[in-house]
Structures are given as C-alpha cells and as structure tokens.
C-alpha cells in the first residue's frame, strides 16, 4: 500500500473503531493504534519524508486533520460511555454522604461554651431563657423605670408594646429568682438582640454570659474574686484586672471591669487607645429593688451579679479586629479555631 492508500483505510476505518468502543480499555486500545507512539497516523507522519517534494505541505495538513478528528471522536466516545455508565450504577441511598472538611465551630459559640465550663468549673449552675421576652422581665423587673434612658441604651425589636427581643440574658436571672428560692449560683449564656448599626464592634444579634449569685453573707469582695478568678482562668496568670465605678439600673454599686492589655500588657497600645486597659464586662450588687420585684426578702439576702459580651472577650483573646466576621460564615476565617 502506498501513502495514500494507507491513509484513504485510515481515515475510513479509524472512526468506525472509536464508535464501536464499549469501554475505557477498548477505546485506549484504539487510541494506541491509531495515535498512540507507534500508531498508525504517526507512523504515517514519518513517511511523509518519501512524498514528493510539492505535495508534502498539502499531507502534512491532511494528517494533521486526521489526528485531531481521531482525538475528538475518542475524546466523544469517551464522555458517551462515562454517560452509559453512571446510569447503569446502581444508587444506594443508604450508602454514607460525602466527607466534608468541617472548618469548625464558630468562635462566639466555642467561647460562649468555654467561658460557661469555667464557671461551672467554680460551682456556678447553667440556666437558659426564651429569646422572645416580656418587657417586664427585660426592662422593668430589672429597675428599669419606663421611659428611663438607660432603655435607650439597650434600645430593641418590639413584638408588640409587651413583647420584645431580649436585649440581655439578665431576664433569665428575673425568671430563676422568681421561680426558685435563693440560694442561687447560675450563668446564663444565650444570644441577644439591640437595634445596634452593624459596624467594626456592634452587631445587632450577639452572645451574653451574665452571672447571679445570691446568698446571705455576699458582699462585693466575693465578686471580685469571682471575676478575678475567672480573667486570669481564662486570659492567663499574668492579667491584671481593675474595677471602675459605673452605673446600670438593676445593681448598686456598679462597675466596669478591665482587664490589662493582652497585647501591651498594659504599658498602652493602638489595642488599648493607648490605655493599657481593655473593658470585658459589666458587674455589681444586685439592686434591692429587684430582689423585692422577685418576691425575694432583701433584709436576708443579697448578691452579685455580671454580664459579658461573648464575641468581645473571643475577639481579645484572639485578636480579631473585627466583630463582623463571626457572621460572615468565612471558611477562611472560621478554620483558624
Ligand atoms: N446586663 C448588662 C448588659 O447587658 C450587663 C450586666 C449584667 C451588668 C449584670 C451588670 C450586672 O449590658
């Protein structure tokens, strides 16, 4: 046979090889023939040195064509016969689902988490409450007077005049006072809402773990050392923390507690505004009044209570500069915990 003739049974019988392959080791098997290093078209083109000199070009594009229309039909072939196959395969419902790389539990809800184990770990109990609450055991049970400004500062999503969104978990303490008899020992941890702009340190919904106990003898030394306890717990031995004088409607004293800058460790940084201070919670002496609002007698008893802000202590114990991301769902970011 010469040149041409092989290449006319080529061209005419190669394609009808590809189509009749019923699977991956016959259509491989075509391609070697054809295609393959010591295949047909490419022993072809080593003969192309034995054609005359003017027609040479006009093969070499010829051949050329014929490879690539065999390499598409086997690249054809190939996709028909992985169609077949997937629909010929059995599908078991019951078989398990594909592993996914889970990046991890959100930072806010691992930290929430860890702060409630250490103060289980000092005695405290758990106690959870609807997120949905009465303006009452929000607002008013809690010496919040109507109309007071200190309402504005937690301003919220009302249901209607008596329902609102809970702007802090201090109702679940209303709930426990009112239904148990003291002595009490609780945090309770839980998300919370306020009418909050989104921006770098405020989110509309976040997490709270507050803090009540009432007893006979509690005076504030046991809260400073309940607090003390759980900032060098939690952010290590060497963390100073200070009290400073503040105000909140349901306790009396009030204080806002610092810890020192875990960054600087309080000789002032860009962190810290240059303070040296970082502010974690809020705490205090249960206010009588709301002791008296839960049918407690405030002659026998008294105590402390506190509240922090969950993404805040998570975003000082990591160093994130940013609230927004625990609400991005950013694998990039959630798989660094
Ligand atoms: N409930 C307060 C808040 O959400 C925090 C707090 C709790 C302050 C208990 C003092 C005592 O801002």
């Known amino acids: 046979m010469n040149f041409k003739e092989k290449y006319n049974k080529i061209k005419s019988e190669a394609p009808h090889e590809v189509l009749k392959s019923q699977n991956a080791g016959e259509l491989d098997k075509a391609r070697s023939k054809y295609i393959g290093r010591k295949g047909v078209v ?6 192309l040195g034995g054609i005359p000199h003017q027609e040479r070009p006009l093969w070499g594009k010829k051949l050329n064509s014929l490879k690539k229309e065999i390499e598409n039909l086997i690249e054809k072939q190939k996709n028909s016969i992985r169609k077949e196959k997937s629909k010929k395969e059995f599908f078991d419902p019951t078989l398990p689902v594909e592993h996914y790389r889970y990046p991890g539990r959100n930072p806010a809800a691992r930290t929430m988490d860890e702060i409630t184990s250490l103060f289980i770990s000092m005695g405290f109990g758990v106690a959870y409450g609807p997120e949905i609450e009465t303006e009452y055991n929000n607002f008013t049970a809690l010496n919040f007077p109507k109309d007071h400004p200190a309402r504005d500062m937690q301003d919220t999503f009302y249901v209607d005049e008596n329902w609102l969104l809970r702007t802090h978990t201090s109702p679940v ?3 426990v006072m009112k239904e148990s008899k003291p002595p009490v020992k609780l945090v309770a941890p839980g998300k919370c809402y306020r009418r909050d702009t989104l921006d770098a340190s405020h989110l509309p919904v976040f997490h709270q773990v ?55 460790m309080g000789k002032g940084c860009s962190s810290c505004s240059g303070k040296g201070w970082l ?59």
């Open 42 to 47: 490419t022993s072809l083109f080593k003969e």
């Open 210 to 264: 507050e803090g009540l106990m009432i007893d006979r003898k509690i005076s504030f030394s046991h809260l400073k050392g309940v607090l003390e306890c759980f900032t060098r717990k939690y952010f290590g031995g060497k963390v100073k923390t200070r009290f400073r004088p503040s105000f909140f409607p349901f306790t009396e004293p009030s204080a806002e507690v610092d810890i020192s800058c875990t960054i600087c």
């Open 279 to 337: 502010e974690i919670l809020g705490a205090g002496m249960v206010d009588p009044n709301v002791l008296e609002n839960c049918g407690i007698d405030k002659n026998k008893w008294q105590g402390f209570a506190f509240g922090m802000g969950v993404e805040r202590i998570a975003m000082l114990k990591y160093g994130i500069d940013d609230i927004r991301y625990f609400i991005q769902n950013d694998k990039r970011f959630l798989e660094q915990f």
């Open 173 to 175: 303490q209303i709930r």
